[in-house]
């Protein structure tokens, strides 16, 4: 267990090993890093530097881009946030192009026994710093994210430090896959043995704090099939099933050592895009109750007693969308494209993501569809070659035809 034991003195003399390693750069600068403009566009970029600064270890970054050495600190203030969610905020269907017809307004036409499209929900959102009064604007060509939580970047052999603050009424957490935490940093609340500080990370009350410390070591990245990155999830668990359909969950992204620019994305990537395909079930988010309330229903029965209603909030969503709403996914011919696909939910959240017009790579084989099932991730490789606007849907029927549909465009080189 000691080489996992990633803290204090035993981190740093592991960074300072890999630091002067042959091929790697060398020691002396202990200012932070910066992230170049162009790292800003591509990413909700951490505040990053390097980690035990001033102990002699640096970074440095190379013409193109690339960081030479490893084991920076990625310092990330994020927030849980009550939101108001449109799943559907053109009003229409932009798959077809028109209203939405009967069939559809079950899920998205409000009317007095009916939610309608828009939902309270928790969303993780990305501050400027630790006051926490500044949101991290997010670039315009990460509007598709939609309500998924800020993206994590990091290399192997990095630290992701989360400042998290609970905005919400609600206890909720930070729980990561994939990276290495102490107890104190998984985010889960169970009966592990744990006590006093080592459960302050298990359910952060509504209006507290919380430092998360994630490290990346190689068990984090890419392993031997793998492209330059994979992904990981992170989600809240203090009320697992309920804060999940709420809308708490984000996605770090973990790039092999040597391989990441500044900002820790892959160099060599073009464009990441991460789509969440999830029945998001209203009917059992903390907010349930809260969003049907004031609904007309018979008397002396709960709304949650009408199997009519409970279908009416099975939103069939991809990244918070409905029926082709999920702006943004652009490209350009020749381009790399990553794509991090990834699902939540229950047994019907068995999923087949198709896009039309172009293939990926996933698994080291061709396909135009690749298979999720909840809580599982998969990283696919597009180099489009044929521009257009292209269909991106789960090629699950039920799902399909209940809204979990998408376009991507691929715009002439
Ligand atoms: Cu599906």
């Not at 530097?49 to 001033?54: D, E, F, L, R």
């Not at 799943?87 to 009916?114: C, K, M, Q, W």
């Not at 229903?297 to 029926?323: K, Q, R, T, W």
Request: charge should be negative; include cysteine.
């Amino acid at each position: 267990m000691d080489r996992f034991r990633w803290r204090g003195a035993r981190w740093v003399m592991v960074v300072a090993l890999v630091a002067t390693a042959p091929g790697m750069a060398g020691c002396g600068s202990s200012k932070s890093a910066t992230v170049s403009p162009a790292a800003v566009a591509t990413t909700a970029a951490a505040d990053v530097h390097a980690v035990a600064a001033g102990d002699g270890v640096g970074t440095s970054t190379s013409p193109d881009g690339s960081s030479e050495s490893t084991g920076r600190t990625r310092d990330y203030f994020i927030a849980a946030d009550e939101v108001q969610w449109d799943y559907a905020p053109s009003g229409r269907n932009l798959i077809t192009g028109g209203p939405f017809t009967p069939d559809e307004d079950v899920f998205v036409e409000p009317a007095p026994d009916r939610i309608g499209r828009v939902y309270k929900k928790s969303v993780y959102h990305e501050y400027t710093d630790d006051s926490f009064t500044k949101l991290k604007e997010r670039p315009a060509d990460e509007a598709y994210l939609g309500d998924l939580g800020p993206t994590l970047h990091a290399e192997v052999g990095d630290s992701i430090v989360v400042l998290f603050k609970n905005n919400t009424g609600r206890p909720v957490s930070m729980h990561p896959h994939g990276v290495f935490y102490d107890k104190d940093s998984e985010g889960a609340p169970y009966e592990d043995g744990t006590s006093g500080a080592d459960r302050a990370d298990d359910a952060v009350p509504p209006g507290g704090t919380h430092r998360y410390v994630w490290n990346v070591p190689e068990r984090a990245g890419p392993g031997p099939m793998d492209p330059s990155s994979v992904m990981w999830m992170y989600h809240s668990h203090a009320d697992e099933v309920g804060d999940v359909y709420a809308g708490l969950v984000g996605t770090i992204i973990v790039t092999k050592r040597g391989m990441a620019r500044t900002d820790g994305t892959p160099i060599d990537v073009d464009r990441e895009l991460i789509v969440n395909f999830e029945v998001d079930d209203e009917n059992k988010s903390v907010w349930a109750e809260e969003n049907a309330a004031g609904l007309e229903h018979e008397a002396g029965h709960s709304p949650f007693d009408d199997d009519e209603f409970i279908e009416s909030n099975l939103m069939h969503s991809m990244n918070g969308f409905v029926y082709g709403n999920l702006p943004g996914l652009t490209m350009q011919v020749g381009q790399h494209v990553r794509w991090y696909l990834m699902s939540m939910g229950t047994e019907v959240d068995l999923h087949t993501p198709h896009w039309h017009g172009n293939t990926v790579v996933a698994n080291g084989m061709r396909a135009d569809v690749v298979g999720l099932l909840p809580a599982q991730m998969i990283v696919a490789d597009m180099v489009p070659d044929d521009p257009g606007t292209w269909l991106f849907h789960c090629h699950v029927n039920d799902h399909l035809v209940a809204g979990m549909a998408a376009t991507y465009t691929v715009s002439a080189a």
